[in-house]
């Protein structure tokens, strides 16, 4: 049925939650001297970093975006954590004969660290990051663009991931979409978009292939 599972990377394989939640608000504390509630930042988790930033000051973008990412990756390696059974599930994908790859917002250099500390940048067959596409997501594109490299029909792909951001970019590219219940959004807001799957732990992505 599938000829490729594609990952969104932050919160469906790579528990960076309380790292970026603390990069934003150190960030925003020290630019606009606001505390920004946990559930305000996670609105916006999958978003493009400066398209978040800009949010709340169009004006101190840069600035607060070179604070934003001296902060994250001061902090990153201390503060990820691998999703339960991630590299498990990879490994066997793979075993069966499935392309795997990530298809994040993420800087790319950033989004390949995260994925070599776990040992899982051998894995993949594809990586795109906000560097690749001029649209991101809900906008298909990356999607779109990780099926031109594997030479796959989107219509082949089930796209894995946490946002309401990633189960509109799947079925914008004609994919199916895979929602993992451990998400930190709203759980009923997300299922609300209609993913075509609903998992609650990524070893039952070999259930569905």
């Given at each position: ?12 394989l790579?528990?960076?939650?309380q790292l ?8 925003i504390?020290k ?11 996670v ?5 493009p ?26 902090k990153h ?22 392309k ?11 989004a ?5 500390y ?19 997501k809900p ?5 779109l ?14 796209y894995v ?18 929602l ?6 709203d ?6 978009y209609h993913?075509?799957f609903?998992?609650d732990g ?6 569905i292939?």
């Amino acid at each position: 049925m599938f000829k490729a599972v594609l990952f969104d990377l932050d919160g469906t394989l790579l528990d960076t939650n309380q790292l970026i939640i603390s990069s934003y608000k150190h960030t925003i504390k020290k630019h606009l001297n606001r505390d920004l509630d946990d559930k305000e930042i996670v609105r916006y988790f999958g978003e493009p970093l400066r398209l978040t930033l800009e949010r709340y000051d169009k004006e101190k973008v840069e600035e607060m975006y070179e604070t934003y990412v001296k902060y994250n990756e001061e902090k990153h390696d201390s503060m990820i954590k691998l999703m339960d059974n991630a590299k498990e599930t990879l490994e066997e994908l793979k075993n069966r004969g499935i392309k795997i790859g990530v298809v994040t917002s993420k800087r790319k250099h950033m989004a390949e660290r995260g994925l070599k500390y776990f040992n899982l940048l051998e894995l993949m067959d594809v990586i795109i990051a906000m560097e690749d596409t001029s649209e991101h997501k809900p906008n298909p594109q990356p999607l779109l663009e990780a099926c031109r490299r594997l030479d796959i029909s989107p219509s082949e792909v089930l796209y894995v991931g946490d946002s309401h951001y990633d189960i509109q970019c799947g079925k914008n590219a004609g994919s199916k979409t895979c929602l993992v219940k451990y998400t930190v959004l709203d759980l009923n807001e997300v299922l609300s978009y209609h993913p075509d799957f609903v998992i609650d732990g990524l070893r039952q992505l070999l259930e569905i292939i």
